[in-house]
């Protein structure tokens, strides 16, 4: 697997067995052309990772197998699954990705919240470096930055969160679940998030998730190329006057941000 920065790996949900059976055995993957990522409608793809649902069982919620992607054709989901039933979208397009053989990745990626996935686009220097799902988003250099620093901390956070809010569907960069109120960080860049349009969006949203329990944080280019350690010093602060962070491997349990020195302090006093 190649070291490469740009994004040409989807890692996409396998959602049955019997579409495990039509990428190990007859090698090829179904996406509907409405909803592909612009990777497969530019074929731009080269690999394809899969993301195993409860389904799987022991298997479920990890990224085990990879396979690159030999060419890519449109076709009708009738002429593609062809066990006699009539489907509800038989006549709709779909994207055939003719894929070579199944590989398995050296160490399972795990989602430790178990988390619902679908597609992330992604590196295939980020997939053959994740330890865990997060790993594998690569939406800008600022969040990269951001989660560096996160996974430094131990701080749990999830990336590109699913929220759905009055029938609208928002993604978060990073979403950090305290005991009182969960955290949305937000990594604006300098040019996106400053126009009119765009800031009158966010603080729609930002008000439309604060009413639901989230409290939004910011943080721009500058915030966080120059002040990089006062941005995660106010995030820390949040986390800690909301209750601490919820434990990834404990639902329900929370515990606060402390650095090093505050905990040795702790053991001491002990």
């Known amino acids: 697997m190649g070291l490469k920065g740009k994004k040409d790996v989807l890692v996409a949900l396998l959602k049955d067995k019997s579409d495990y059976y039509y990428a190990d055995v007859e090698h090829w993957y179904r996406i509907p052309v409405k909803r592909a990522p612009i990777m497969v409608r530019d074929k731009k793809i080269k690999l394809i990772a899969f993301y195993l649902p409860k389904s799987f069982g022991l298997y479920a919620h990890t990224v085990r197998w990879y396979a690159k992607v ?15 039933k009539k489907h509800p979208n038989s006549e709709n397009d779909y994207y055939r990705l003719e894929l070579d053989k199944l590989i398995e990745l050296p160490t399972p990626i ?17 997939l053959s470096q ?7 988003y690569y939406e800008s250099p600022l969040e990269e930055m951001l989660w560096d620093e996160f996974k430094k901390l131990s701080i749990n956070a999830e990336r590109q969160w699913e929220v759905i809010l009055d029938k609208r569907t928002f993604y978060t960069d990073f979403a950090l ?6 955290i949305a960080v937000e990594c604006d860049g300098d040019t996106y998030h400053m126009e009119n349009e765009r800031i ?14 989230w409290e939004t944080m910011r943080f721009t280019s500058k915030n966080l190329n120059e002040e990089l350690d006062q941005s995660v010093g106010l995030i820390k602060e949040a986390v800690n006057n909301y209750g601490g962070i919820e434990k990834t491997n404990a639902p329900r349990d929370f515990e606060y941000i402390r650095s090093k020195e505050e905990k040795q302090m702790i053991l001491f006093d002990k």
């Open 70 to 84: 030999k060419n890519i054709s449109i076709a009708k989901r009738e002429e593609l699954v062809l066990n006699g």
């Open 110 to 126: 795990e989602s430790l919240r178990k988390r619902r996935i679908l597609f992330i686009n992604t590196t295939q220097n980020h």
């Open 130 to 136: 994740a330890k865990e799902i997060n790993d594998l």
């Open 177 to 182: 679940f305290c005991k009182a109120r969960n």
């Open 200 to 213: 009158e969006k966010d603080k729609q949203r930002d008000n439309l998730l604060f009413i639901n329990g």
